[in-house]
């Protein structure tokens, strides 16, 4: 018999309840050693400045990069800087698949009545991430002020970044999930797909070949965390293309979950 929309929901707030409890133990443990969690924040908020300040100097000696202003390349940055920390803070434990594969954690992860996923996300914080939320909100207001984007564009916005930080979290899952067919402790694609899109997607895509351009918008679609949403709010793209965020953030997610479920089918306990 089908679940009722009524267990359903009561199956979606439960599991959310138990998420939230998950995060929060991992946070109060982590805010037992103050001294590691402020060094950490303040080496993610240097590095932000660093990164802030070389835009700065670019932005010095031009008046635009690919056709994009300082305030505009603000706001691309802000929105890979904040979906990026949204994910470490609350799903920072998927980086850790490897190793619990190798080591035989996810048996207990299995035995558990809770998503296998659900429990490997929530069980670590990224805290030098914690201080990027912060630094990305405000290179977003600052920039959003400064590109004389309308307050009408803010719905369109909050939409878009939703499905941002799904394509974000969903797009890391699945390269740390190649683990459960590499048969290795390490999450190699998945720290390679980080540095690519850190180093490239920071920049508008206009400046990069045709096939590197189709790449990252449709291969591993790391334009739709900043390039595609900012170009949307900007007017470099009509705004029809407001459907495609929320058609590739539900592609994602069933491919993430497709690649989840085959490799956990896969898994044979420690030495797999």
Not at 79 to 107: K, N, P
Not at 245 to 258: C, E, G, K, N, R
Request: glycine share 8%; hydrophobic share 55%.
């Amino acid at each position: 018999m089908a679940a009722s929309p009524r267990s359903k929901a009561l199956s979606l707030r439960h599991l959310a309840s138990t998420y939230l409890r998950l995060i929060s133990a991992q946070f109060r443990a982590i805010t037992e050693y103050p001294a590691d969690f402020w060094t950490m924040a303040a080496t993610g908020l240097i590095l932000q400045a660093v990164q802030v300040g070389f835009i700065g100097v670019v932005f010095a000696n031009v008046t635009s990069l690919g056709g994009w202003g300082f305030h505009a390349m603000l706001v691309l940055m802000g929105f890979m800087v904040l979906a990026d920390s949204i994910t470490e803070v609350g799903w920072d434990g998927i980086w850790t698949v490897g190793r619990q594969i190798v080591t035989g954690d996810m048996d207990y992860k299995i035995t558990r009545p809770l998503p296998v996923m659900l429990q490997v996300g929530a069980s670590a914080i990224g805290m030098q991430s914690a201080a990027n939320v912060t630094t990305g909100s405000i290179m977003i207001a600052v920039g959003w002020n400064g590109a004389d984007i309308p307050a009408a564009m803010i719905p369109a916005a909050l939409l878009l970044f939703a499905c941002a930080v799904v394509v974000q979290l969903t797009v890391i899952t699945i390269l740390c999930c190649v683990a459960f067919f590499m048969k290795g402790p390490n999450v190699s694609f998945a720290y390679l797909g980080a540095q690519i899109q850190e180093n490239a997607t920071r920049f508008p895509l206009q400046i990069y070949p045709r096939v590197v351009r189709g790449a990252l918008t449709w291969v591993v679609p790391f334009a739709f965390v900043n390039f595609i949403p900012v170009s949307i709010l900007t007017g470099e793209l009509p705004l029809w293309w407001l459907a495609f965020p929320p058609l590739v953030a539900a592609a994602l997610i069933a491919l993430a979950t497709l690649i989840t479920r085959t490799g956990l089918a896969r898994y044979e306990s420690a030495g797999h």
